[in-house]
């Protein structure tokens, strides 16, 4: 739990409760509490659907929550903590929180590497200049993140929800932006250098993720999402190349049974696996 | 909010809050308010996914719901509601209430349209002769509406619960029924004349709509459903050959967290963008 | 309902309701009930997608529940039953209950077929060689079977939750677990000789399926499972082919709307049908 | 579980799982098996709160349910088994399914007993001449019970929807209706010959069990219920003169996480310990 | 439903399905349809507790909704309605709605009665001088009302969640606030002139009314409500003397199983029968 | 937020996210998170009603979660964590979690106070010598509390669900057990020395509290749980003798839209609200 002890490319997961930048609904702060209770439950196990056993290797450290009493220091907070992970070569595996932590989480691996391909799941572009007249909210951390070049390439899946505003930002940013309709369980997945992941979780479905503040009917299934993330092939055919990634906009008040936070819990264990193999 | 101020091939949409004719469960007539709520729920927003943002468009107008205090006399109230909005040359797009409303509907296109396709997505063929002894029930509006001679054919896509009455009577009208364990993407939709599309909630899966009376596991995801609506085509490749449509069968009370009644009105910016596009 | 007027290939409805040995949470002793109860509902009917109406045949039979007060000798009293139904060379469709009830079933099932496939739908491969200690948990039938060769092979569908120890045990007993993640459509179902099959309701996707005790997302759609129940075909392409079912692990108390239980009525009437046909 | 077994003022706890005469909903015939459930639960014990530890008294035993294939035989299956258990000088605990049985157990014990005095809670005075047409309907048993003259004298608390019709009832049959309006706890319960109580799960409010298919605000509180039944007094101040009784109407359908059936199971052990004290 | 045909005293039911002015969640503007449908449902009957069958009487009559396309005039479209009736000598018993639509009916009814008591249940105060910058707030309207001088004296019961602003409101206004923690069943309830009930329906405790947008436990029974209720005279022992009421914000979308809009439909049939016996 | 800095008397409110040791469910763990949520939602106010607005008042200190990785340390760093604060003279009200952690509370609270009052609502003893094979079960505490003679007296309210062995320790420990079967609202409740309070929120009725793991039905309403902490007087009429208090065993898995962690937070605010006054 310390730090200092962190291994080159071991994985931190590490949450952090956080949503007074949602727009509409409250509740992904209570994301991170959840998801652990599922991921570590007797209902299941801790084997990712690549054979490895996570409860039995080393290279990965739950790092607990970074409490937040201070909404406007946390950004902060957010952009240290990942860069002291960073510094140690180690990677992180952030849980949300709304989508708005993504922008400081960018800003440190923005530091450590100069071509990021961000990889972005999502029924929303989530690249509004501000909403509610908000420039920090969980509906623009992406245009945050282009603006400020803080990765190479922008790739996003699973949308539904474009609107004129949110079109003109794609091409402003040159965002490859692959419709819902448009989706192809051909695409090609194989990139060139590092990856980062941002999962939010009603890139899935309603009817697999009824937990999120915005159901947006027409989604992935879980399986399609699990099929994407164990598709992704990187140049050197290393998985090292997965350098981080976040799980985020999961809210357990409108969860039913804990059905979305199990959901959360499984593609937490593919990215894992995918991570640490 | 004027009939008399429509323009030609304008969009009205309307609710018609009656459950009368439910043979199992009521619940249908709460649907209208449900769905306008989730409509124009600040959780979304008004676009659909052919780009077309219908909050910044002029040629559709929703005109609430028409009150129903007689169930005896409402059907011809529906009719010459209809009949009204069509005779300026305009469109309807009803929302339900039960599916027994399709009959009054369909009775007012038969006298516009005389070689009307009807497109009917839902699980049961509704061709009952009748329901609990009810000519009118929401088990019967397509055996009513065939032996009028209303519409020139009649396709069923969705459906998994033929039995034996139903399966004669689909040969007695010559229905093109495609039952759900046939379906397949590749279905041809390209039609020669005008379209009336009636679509029953349970049609999906439960999974994607639980709330309807009649839950029947098997059916559409939603963006199958997405799919084969943004598919359809016309000989003349023109949208205004879909001249009308209904949701109906959305139960709020088996609902669960309005997820159905969001699926509903995302079925229903689709096909009001595919109509005014 | 007395066993001594069954007919020859005759199906037996029976229910177990029976959870003393579920690892995680009771309940499922819950589901025959339920299941019964949408079975013969009002909102459906009793026809299988095949057009067989269950309502109207005369070679299947509804024997209520076999109450089970002493947990320790259950396991005989189910033994007892199923044997009793197959030496009047009728055949048995079982509503569990968990899933430790299909180690009984199939003792008697080998007693008098020798050439048994055993086809298994479920995200868990259930071969634990024992769970909390218990050699007979829900968690184990599957190991028991394969010690005591009760079939002649075993194939697993939808399965994707393998830890190391339990694809150790595949290998010891050769079993042809085809995982989730590789599972096609095209996946070839012709056998040469009788099939028993065993139907964990978690081989469903929680969205179709929440109604279980162990959510796995990443499963089976309803639609899916219907169509390798309708694809299933025996070398003499007679369906009697299939001499016995089992469905089990419904958790009633994990149920939304009796979403879960509709969907147990469904694979039911498709499997009845299938064996009756 | 051999009724030749019995005891003298034994009691037999039996469910009778059936609900044919609801007029509203059906369900009632789950309840036996969930009410079960949470008796057996490990979430509490079998101590009532007179200080009996039911799992440690050997003079009430649980003979499961009489299944119910055949509906119109049903009454008569289940007086002769009450006929059955009255003729070894035992008495009963039934558990419904809806509150037509009621009636039929009325008919055995009236055999029996008579100078009855019937004490009956419930939020309906289920005096109905007939409903729906049907006579012996769940709103009916009242009225063919004192048509027939099976009781002493019919008391009625928690009543709270008296319409003329039942007003004329009250009157014609000399109940003594006792209205949730006019309720005090220093309502007068002592009795001076044999007791049976007829426990309609909606004489609670819903608040307290919302599992109940006709939902009527301001009814009793749990523990007024509770307090109700401890004071209980018969003039020989003996309690073998409740004689009887019955759980009826609690519909797991609407229940919310078991809670009316754990209260339902509550009211159970209060009653069990007073018969059996 | 002509408004011209009502007579001296007559009661109109009408729903303002509103919630532009709630703070918190919107829901509220379903609830007039959710009322009806509980209370016309076949799961209970039209009649009062003090004997009246509403069902047989005509001196009410239900009007409907009054649609709302246009917030920004609805406050001007309610006052014109109430106008409207009370010109006729009639009253009204009207939906919310959030609490915002109380301040334009009570202008209308100052306009005719000079010496009214206004009878507020609720939880909150709703004495805000502004929340969240908006003076017509469903936090706001007795505030407006008391400046504006719209009623004699105003009298709240069922207050728990006083903060110091609305408590120096209280002492400017001269409110008669009887808080929660406060009240007693001994309540004098005999008033002097025409009364006016303002009824919301988080007056009642989260578990006899969880649909509401905001829970603040410790509220009244239904129970303590309906006594109230029951208990209120006027000098002259008329009833003609409660002059008005409304029901407001009830939150279909928090409730479950529509058990608030059940208890909102046996309070309204409570006001009802008392304004019209 | 740091210790350091406390000034003598203050409150400290601190999480203690921990449920290893409840018996049948899991759940409590989640409790802290969901508690503050509702405490500081927008949906409410931070005034109790006793006139003190928390969100005013610096005399108390939210101290977020103390993190659990490592179950078998845990009680010594709760024990330590309250020792800390102690030290320093301020108090510590501690939100579980399961009842477990009462234990380690009171080791650190008996090395400061000699003739503490230990004041514990719930439904149950929790006087378990054992359960489960475990001493430190949340069934146990009050076994070892009494044991260790960590103070001077335990008086219980709530209580329903007795049996012969908690007889018995109850006789042992000389505990005063007022059982919810015998409680008044007239209980004296002036104490002579500090007072400790420990509340199991099952200690309210389930239709209250449904968001725990045991519903054990008969319990109190919410208004006589805060009129009880009101009413509660120590003998020199100072408040500041509430040395401390925990709220365990919320369960927001079985929680209903937030209803049980609402009435938790509005617990809390009376009780630090009577420990600031």
Redesign the interface.
């Known amino acids: ?1 310390t730090p200092s002890k962190l291994k080159k490319n071991d994985v931190v997961l590490v949450g952090f ?1 956080f949503d007074y930048n949602s ?5 992904p ?2 994301a991170p ?2 998801i652990r ?1 599922r991921l570590y ?5 801790l ?1 990712a ?1 690549n ?1 490895i ?1 996570l409860g ?1 290797t080393n290279n990965w450290h ?1 790092f ?2 970074i ?1 937040c ?1 201070n909404s406007k220091k946390y950004f902060q907070i957010i952009e240290n903590f990942i860069t002291d992970i960073l510094d140690q070569k180690a990677r992180v595996l952030s849980l949300g929180g709304d989508h708005s932590i993504t922008y400081p989480i960018l800003k440190s691996y923005a530091k450590k590497y100069d071509n990021l391909t961000l990889l972005h799941f999502d029924a929303h572009p989530d690249l509004y200049d501000k909403l509610d007249n908000n420039t920090f909210s969980h509906g623009s951390p992406f245009a945050r993140i282009m603006e400020d070049n803080l990765v190479n390439n922008l790739i996003q899946l699973g949308i ?5 505003h949110q ?1 003109k930002q794609i091409k402003r940013f040159n965002v490859q932006t692959i ?3 448009d989706f192809s369980s051909n695409i090609n997945l194989n990139f060139n250098g590092p990856v980062y992941i941002s999962f939010d979780m009603d890139a899935l ?4 993720a ?1 937990g999120v ?7 992935f ?3 399609q999402v ?2 994407i993330i ?1 598709k992704i092939k990187t140049s050197d055919n290393s998985n090292i190349s997965i350098v981080g990634a976040d799980i985020v906009e999961l809210n ?3 969860d ?4 979305t936070a ?2 959360a819990a ?1 593609c937490l264990k593919e990215i894992l696996a995918k991570m640490i193999s």
């Open positions: 739990m409760p727009s509409y609904l409250r509740g702060a209570l509490s959840h209770e439950s007797d209902s299941g196990n084997c659907e054979g056993d039995k739950d607990g929550d409490e009493f539904r929800t474009i609107n004129p079109k419709e819902m309709k479905d309603p009817a697999f009824p503040s915005h159901h947006e009917p027409g989604g299934s879980t399986r699990l099929e164990q357990p008040k409108n039913i049974n804990s059905m199990m959901t499984k």
